[in-house]
């Protein structure tokens, strides 16, 4: 992408959206057109045309969509499916409509199914069964993926997609209820450090892994991918390493500074035992991630404390 093309970031008042919308600017790129719900509502397909029409984007990242950890995934499962399966049918179709050079598609690691070899590789993708406690987000983003290949095969599209593995990092969501396991329990310990409560009750076991990837890094890597990948199947982008929940936590309540004991709530979803990607094609063209993971936690409770952009 040259620094002056006309690079459309939808989804950009979120997490990955924001974190995008940063890299680029700090790295150059002039022409940036950061769409929010406020712009368009991507769910409308008549809004979508017309907004294309008037922008003729010319590169697309499309990092919109609906999003929460296991509870809000497990109440709302109609509304993940819906609203993500037809943000990225209008998207896709206006894309091709209007001849957008290039576009990529954000998907997420939690759509790799509930039992597969560890690290995950690209191709076990649909190899087994879903996770349930999110399944309706998953069809929804093994769709958009393969929507893109879809429109890749039969009309030439430049459409591109990826798998980030769990994000985190300042721009997120701390909402309890609504949040990822990280910004939701940074939020939660913080909270009990303030009030002293002597308890912090996070949800499951524990003792399930995940790999956590700092949103910065998630940003460098799509407009690595944007200048280098055009391949037709789609590319894990992972920090390399996973951890415990329980480990995680200790982490949380060690960077917050909170003093007090952490029990666990049996009765909530763990989710899958294990998700760790296999990030070794990404890394093979010259991308890997920088930020560990204390190192990110440290930035993302910093921010959480002293912006005034926090999403509660």
């Known amino acids: 992408m040259n620094k002056d093309a006309k690079i459309a970031i939808l989804g950009a008042a979120g997490l990955v959206g924001k974190s995008i919308t940063n890299y680029l600017v700090n790295n150059g790129y002039t022409n ?26 010319e590169y697309i990242i499309l990092a919109a969509a609906k999003v929460g950890g296991i509870l809000n995934n497990s109440k709302h499962p109609a509304d993940f499916g819906y609203e993500n399966g037809i943000i990225q049918m209008n998207v896709l179709s206006c894309s091709h409509k209007y001849n957008v050079k290039k576009l990529l598609f954000l998907g997420s690691a939690c759509i790799y199914p509930k039992e597969t070899p560890q690290p995950i590789k690209e191709e076990y993708l649909l190899s087994n069964y879903l996770e349930p406690t999110n399944e309706m987000y998953a069809l929804a983003k093994v769709y958009g993926l393969k929507l893109c290949q879809a429109y890749k095969k039969q009309y030439g599209c430049n459409f591109i997609s990826c798998m980030p593995s769990n994000l985190y990092g300042v721009f997120d969501n701390f909402s309890v209820n609504g949040g990822h396991v990280i910004p939701a329990n940074v939020r939660k310990f913080h909270a009990a450090k303030l009030a002293n409560d002597p308890v912090v009750t996070c949800f499951g076991t524990g003792q399930v892994y995940r790999e956590f990837l700092y949103a910065e890094d998630l940003a460098e890597a799509c407009v690595f991918l944007m200048n280098e990948y055009n391949d037709l199947e789609t590319i894990n982008i992972g920090y390399g390493d996973d951890i415990t929940i329980f480990d995680l936590m200790n982490l949380i309540s060690k960077v917050v500074g909170y003093t ?21 094609k990404i890394h093979k063209l010259g991308w890997k991630a920088k930020v560990p993971l204390e190192e990110g936690l440290i930035r993302t409770y910093k921010w959480y404390t002293t912006s005034p952009e926090v999403r509660v």
């Open 32 to 57: 940036l057109l950061p769409v929010t719900r406020k712009d368009v509502d991507l769910k409308a397909q008549e809004a979508v045309d017309y907004w294309f029409a008037v922008n003729r984007p």
């Open 260 to 280: 007090g004991r952490v029990e666990w709530d049996t009765t909530k979803p763990n989710g899958v035992t294990k998700r760790l990607l296999d990030s070794s």
